[in-house]
């Protein structure tokens, strides 16, 4: 009876391994699949994590962010000037003497006739608004020569009225699209040759800006020698936004790039060379400091003569016969700046850059103060004679050095409450004038306060107020009282005026 009973378990127990070893061999029904929940990143990029979610499938850390900034602006108008000879075109704030001043000056030409820009005051808006949408995408992974990244920025802009972006506005469009990787840097960035940019407020002062507008096309390596040093080369589009070929009479007066155009009866000839840039930096925990250089081709071809006659030299070039005249020269730009972190006082700080310039005005800063009216603020009085070369009627050039420097500082008095006070002071001098010439010297100052409010985080109220004033020598070719079109008067070189501007802006 034991054996049989031991037989009987013993059968059983193999036939329960036997099923068991079939039933591992057996398809099994599986279970629903794990979720793949979203990870979050961060990878230091030159100090600053970019804090995002990884991409599915990839090693690549995705930041959005971004902001929305809605405001409200205004400033006074008084009575705007104009030196030319026909009213046709000119605007306040339109840079005078712009490739429109062909025959100009000279000792049997027509005199140079100051006049009041019809309707100076009464057809111009003395308050506006903008609305503003920037879209920021970061794509950033870790590799053996360090952070490779990629970053495009997108504005929107919508307003109406005194200075506003508008439609597309003035930077609308594509801000920003580079790429960075192993001190390589190539795309839409900003400018290696500026240090701070356009300053505190929404308006710039002065300072060659093209960080927070007028970004260029650029490809540059930056080699970094540890404690905070690093040295930059760059080529930089002397162009913006895409522009190319001949078209600098469209970017005189405020408008992208670095060119200002070729005053008088010259005409620019098509880009030979980007602008070049070298800068050497320093950031560490006192502050920063910046000196920069730049070179910059300049190439214009113009006609002189025809109603101009040089009793002393007996030009060949006299009335009813012209002769032309052309230009290929290198200008030049130096910058440098230094901040000043204040100690127990975090977010505050103090500083002060300069630049000056010869035959590349735009990098003396003074055209991208406030907007871009060339010191004539909010189109009042009369604007700076701003331009990279004169052709002057004796077919000689005159040469434009401009030059400015600037003082900021921001403090922060409590969590939520930052003060900042800025303020400029620049001159634009030209050499080389011909005795009868349309051109004048200027200088102007610069002075603003800005305070800002953050009662949450990501929200922040901003207050501006900026005022600026400008003073144009009378030139030597000026004939008060003459007759031509428009309203003839007597010297008026002075310009200024105010602006106030209110933001409300959301950070994401």
Not at 45 to 72: E, M, R
Not at 293 to 318: M, T
């Amino acid at each position: 009876m034991t054996l049989t009973k031991s037989l009987l378990l013993g059968s059983a127990a193999g036939l329960v391994a036997v099923a068991s070893a079939q039933a591992a061999d057996l398809p099994t029904r599986k279970g629903p699949v794990a979720v793949e929940y979203v990870r979050v990143c961060s990878i230091t990029v030159a100090g600053t994590p970019v804090v995002g979610f990884v991409l599915p499938g990839s090693d690549t850390c995705f930041k959005i962010s971004g902001y929305i900034t809605g405001q409200i602006e205004g400033g006074n108008v008084k009575t705007a000037y104009f030196q030319g000879s026909s009213t046709s075109g000119n605007n306040p704030g339109n840079g005078p003497l712009t490739n429109n001043l062909s025959g100009v000056g000279g000792h049997y030409g027509s005199p140079d006739y100051q006049y009041i820009v019809p309707n100076g005051g009464e057809q111009r808006d003395t308050f506006g608004y903008t609305t503003r949408f920037n879209l920021t995408f970061d794509a950033v992974s870790n590799t053996a020569y360090g952070p490779l990244v990629a970053h495009g920025e997108y504005q929107f802009n919508h307003g109406g009225g005194f200075d506003n972006a508008g439609t597309g506005g003035s930077d609308g469009g594509l801000n920003r699209a580079y790429v960075t990787w192993a001190g390589i840097s190539a795309g839409k960035m900003n400018s290696f040759f500026s240090f701070t940019g356009g300053g505190l407020a929404w308006n710039n002062f002065f300072s060659p800006d093209r960080q927070g507008f007028d970004e260029p096309d650029v490809l540059a390596y930056t080699a970094s020698f540890g404690g905070g040093f690093s040295a930059t080369i760059a080529i930089e589009d002397p162009y913006n936004g895409g522009s190319n070929g001949n078209n600098v009479s469209n970017l005189a007066s405020g408008g992208g790039g670095t060119y200002m155009g070729y005053l008088g009866s010259a005409t620019e000839q098509g880009m030979r060379s980007p602008d070049i840039v070298g800068s050497l930096d320093v950031k560490q925990a006192w502050g920063t400091a910046h000196l920069a250089g730049v070179l910059h081709n300049i190439r214009a071809d113009g006609s002189y003569g025809g109603d101009y006659y040089d009793e002393a030299s007996y030009s060949s070039c006299y009335y009813y016969s012209s002769c032309s005249a052309s230009l290929d020269k290198w200008g030049y730009a130096v910058d440098a700046g230094v901040t000043f972190n204040i100690p127990n006082l975090a977010g505050s700080m103090i500083g002060v850059t300069g630049s000056w310039s010869q035959n590349a005005s735009r990098y003396g800063g003074l055209p991208d103060a406030m907007n871009g009216e060339e010191g004539s603020v909010n189109g009042n009085g009369q604007n700076m004679a701003i331009g990279d070369a004169f052709l002057n009627e004796d077919g000689s050039w005159a040469t434009p050095t401009s030059w400015s420097i600037s003082a900021w500082g921001a403090f922060q008095v409590t969590p939520q409450v930052n003060l900042g006070i800025e303020g400029s002071y620049g001159e634009n001098t030209w050499s080389g004038k011909g005795y009868d010439s349309p051109l004048y010297d200027s200088r102007s100052w610069l002075i603003g306060g800005i305070a800002h409010y953050d009662p949450v985080k990501n929200l922040d109220f901003e207050f501006e107020l900026l005022y600026q004033n400008t003073q144009n020598s009378q030139p030597a070719g000026y004939v008060a009282g003459s007759p031509g079109s428009g309203t003839t008067t007597s010297w008026q070189g002075e310009a200024d005026g105010f602006q106030a501007r209110f933001e409300v802006t959301r950070n994401f």
